[in-house]
């Protein structure tokens, strides 16, 4: 009979919670006799539902964090519950959404960060479910709280400024820098908050096949493969009154790059035959070119000549995404923590940073030239073309490689470090926007998409598209893919009559295991 694995326990997983507020203080708070009935009744569920004893101090600070409603406090405890078991639930289905609220100004940057990740996106969720060895507890403990707060956003329920702030302060458990210098929280840059999540939950990186083309003699290091988790795309300087499309800029960084300052290895015999038949008098008689005194010279002149030599050269480089996710980095370092099997390669998210700010006087400046963003990029130019199984089995026809817009998170002002952050998802059938400034409704649905698309002209900073290969035949059973391509061609001018009609989008059927991962 198979052993099953010792399980965590977890009283020490409750040790990451918010409780015990008065533990360590010679002053008490005095309850009434209707809050220590509330205590009693929350510890009685806990006890019949989860099998959980725990302190009471802990279920007073549950309700005391509900304001003593015990409905409330409740359904704390089953997220609590969830969290600590390793259980991520699903993105939500049409419920109403409340979203979380800023804490002290300044945490717009993890809301909207969050939000686009996950409320409608499952590829990042084997980040918060896959097993981290105990001893690591600053990492264990960031990941528990984060997927608290992910459950509360994809259920809808209310996430408050406490909560925001204690996953602030184990963000800089885990040595995240979210103070200023005087140790006062700020906000921070969403890209930089991004780049530490995947790094510290080993995401798997995005391979690019480089290539450099030259005049000079192939070289190894002429082929090799690059690894990154994001896209970071410089915007060229140009006139405001001009308008760019995102398509040319992912032009310029996969194939207008020239590298200057590499040193290859030159053929100079070659060239030196070259200049001596040009420099040779046409007129020079055979007799003479037949001589043996001067046959006798050049054989000389050439053997005592090296045949090659190191020059530098300038190289026109190419990029090429190679559609997978890899575990290895091209300094050959191996991510051991996830499984190729929670990052299939048929959901690839793509993430791009749009480099807006830049440095001018010791002072940062935002470039503020207008974008395009299209729902959907026709990304097959920028694909590895050596790939396996490029032709669709039912037609026979090439597969289309073709970029979704899921999520966007967009930042309004002068600095990442300043300024507000909100961000935009789209669900199965719709847009969603969270502000978590707007006090009245954090998260609403997008009413007038041109709208929404002219506002990513302006502000869009992080794009999650995610990575589709989808043959594009005329089939009854796959009619959904013809509606999807329909799409693919959405006007962001700014005029009203010209809307952008999004039609219904289905996504994947995801295959991810929500286990109960106990820690």
Same mark, same amino acid.
């Given at each position: 009979m198979?052993?099953?694995?010792?399980l965590?326990?977890?009283?020490?997983?409750w040790?990451?919670?918010?409780?015990?507020?008065?533990?360590?203080?010679?002053?008490?708070r005095?309850t009434?006799t209707?809050q220590?009935?509330?205590i009693t009744?929350?510890?009685?569920y806990?006890?019949q539902?989860?099998?959980?004893?725990?302190?009471?101090?802990?279920?007073?600070?549950?309700?005391?964090?509900?304001?003593?409603?015990?409905?409330k406090?409740?359904?704390?405890?089953? /997220?609590?519950?969830?969290?600590?078991h390793?259980?991520?639930v699903?993105?939500?289905?049409?419920?109403?959404?409340?979203?979380?609220?800023? /804490?002290?100004?300044?945490?717009?940057?993890? /809301?909207?960060?969050?939000?686009?990740m996950?409320?409608s996106?499952?590829?990042?969720?084997p980040?918060?479910?896959?097993?981290?060895?105990p001893e690591?507890?600053?990492?264990v403990k960031l990941?528990t709280?984060?997927?608290?707060?992910?459950?509360?956003?994809?259920k809808?329920?209310f996430?408050?400024?406490?909560y925001v702030?204690w $996953?602030r302060?184990?963000l800089?458990?885990?040595?995240?820098?979210g103070?200023?210098?005087?140790?006062?929280?700020s906000?921070?840059?969403?890209?930089? $908050?991004?780049?530490?999540?995947?790094?510290?939950?080993?995401l798997?990186?995005l391979p690019?096949q480089?290539?450099?083309?030259h005049?000079?003699?192939?070289?190894?290091?002429?082929?090799?493969?690059?690894t990154d988790r994001?896209?970071?795309?410089?915007?060229?300087?140009?006139?405001?009154?001009?308008?760019?499309?995102l398509?040319d800029?992912?032009l310029?960084?996969?194939?207008?790059n020239?590298?200057?300052g590499?040193?290859?290895?030159?053929?100079?015999?070659?060239?030196?035959?070259q200049?001596?038949?040009?420099?040779?008098?046409?007129?020079?008689?055979?007799?003479? $070119?037949? &001589?043996?005194?001067f046959?006798?010279i050049?054989?000389?002149k050439?053997a005592?000549?090296?045949t090659?030599?190191?020059?530098?050269?300038?190289?026109?480089?190419?990029l090429e995404l190679l559609?997978f996710?890899s575990?290895?980095?091209?300094?050959?370092?191996?991510?051991?923590?996830q499984f190729?099997?929670a990052? *299939?390669?048929?959901r690839?998210?793509? *993430?791009?940073?749009?480099?807006?700010?830049?440095?001018?006087?010791?002072?940062i400046?935002?470039?503020?030239?207008?974008?395009?963003?299209?729902?959907?990029?026709?990304?097959?130019?920028?694909i590895?073309?050596?790939?396996?199984d490029?032709?669709?089995?039912?037609?026979?026809?090439?597969n289309?490689w073709?970029?979704y817009?899921?999520s966007?998170?967009?930042?309004k002002?002068s &600095?990442?470090y300043?300024?507000?952050?909100i961000?935009?998802?789209r669900?199965e059938?719709e847009?969603?926007?969270?502000?978590?400034?707007?006090?009245e409704?954090?998260?609403?649905?997008?009413?007038?998409?041109?709208?929404?698309f002219?506002?990513?002209a302006?502000n869009?900073y992080?794009?999650?598209?995610?990575?589709d290969?989808t043959c594009?035949?005329?089939?009854d059973?796959n &009619?959904?893919?013809?509606?999807?391509?329909?799409?693919s061609?959405?006007?962001?001018?700014?005029n009203?009559?010209?809307?952008? &009609?999004?039609?219904k989008a289905?996504?994947?059927?995801h295959?991810?295991h929500?286990?109960c991962? $106990?820690?």
């Amino acid at each position: 009979m198979e052993k099953k694995p010792q399980l965590r326990k977890r009283d020490r997983i409750w040790n990451f919670f918010r409780h015990k507020k008065h533990v360590g203080t010679l002053q008490r708070r005095n309850t009434t006799t209707e809050q220590k009935e509330k205590i009693t009744c929350l510890s009685i569920y806990a006890q019949q539902h989860f099998s959980l004893s725990l302190d009471s101090d802990i279920f007073e600070s549950l309700l005391e964090d509900n304001d003593w409603d015990l409905k409330k406090a409740i359904a704390d405890l089953s /997220d609590y519950e969830e969290a600590s078991h390793g259980i991520l639930v699903e993105p939500p289905q049409g419920q109403v959404l409340l979203g979380p609220e800023n /804490d002290g100004g300044t945490s717009c940057y993890i /809301d909207a960060l969050l939000f686009a990740m996950y409320i409608s996106n499952t590829t990042f969720d084997p980040l918060l479910t896959y097993d981290i060895p105990p001893e690591n507890e600053a990492k264990v403990k960031l990941q528990t709280v984060m997927r608290l707060f992910v459950n509360k956003l994809r259920k809808g329920n209310f996430i408050s400024a406490n909560y925001v702030h204690w $996953l602030r302060k184990v963000l800089e458990e885990a040595q995240w820098n979210g103070k200023d210098e005087n140790g006062y929280w700020s906000q921070e840059d969403a890209s930089e $908050l991004f780049m530490f999540i995947t790094e510290t939950f080993d995401l798997p990186y995005l391979p690019f096949q480089i290539r450099l083309f030259h005049g000079a003699n192939h070289d190894t290091n002429d082929d090799r493969v690059m690894t990154d988790r994001v896209l970071s795309l410089s915007i060229p300087q140009s006139n405001m009154n001009t308008r760019l499309k995102l398509e040319d800029i992912l032009l310029d960084y996969f194939y207008n790059n020239i590298i200057t300052g590499i040193k290859r290895q030159v053929d100079i015999q070659q060239q030196q035959q070259q200049q001596q038949q040009q420099s040779i008098s046409q007129d020079i008689s055979e007799d003479i $070119l037949s &001589s043996p005194s001067f046959a006798s010279i050049s054989e000389k002149k050439k053997a005592l000549e090296p045949t090659n030599t190191q020059q530098e050269v300038i190289a026109w480089q190419v990029l090429e995404l190679l559609p997978f996710y890899s575990a290895t980095n091209e300094q050959g370092e191996l991510i051991n923590t996830q499984f190729d099997s929670a990052f *299939p390669d048929t959901r690839m998210i793509l *993430p791009i940073v749009l480099k807006r700010y830049f440095y001018e006087n010791t002072e940062i400046k935002k470039n503020k030239i207008p974008i395009d963003i299209p729902f959907t990029i026709d990304f097959n130019r920028f694909i590895n073309q050596n790939m396996d199984d490029p032709v669709c089995t039912t037609c026979g026809q090439m597969n289309d490689w073709t970029l979704y817009l899921k999520s966007v998170v967009c930042h309004k002002g002068s &600095s990442p470090y300043s300024g507000h952050y909100i961000s935009y998802a789209r669900t199965e059938e719709e847009w969603i926007k969270l502000d978590d400034m707007n006090k009245e409704m954090r998260v609403t649905l997008v009413k007038d998409q041109a709208k929404m698309f002219a506002d990513l002209a302006e502000n869009a900073y992080i794009l999650f598209y995610e990575l589709d290969k989808t043959c594009q035949h005329h089939n009854d059973n796959n &009619s959904h893919s013809s509606n999807r391509s329909s799409s693919s061609s959405i006007n962001n001018s700014n005029n009203s009559n010209n809307k952008p &009609s999004l039609e219904k989008a289905p996504l994947k059927d995801h295959h991810h295991h929500y286990s109960c991962i $106990l820690m």
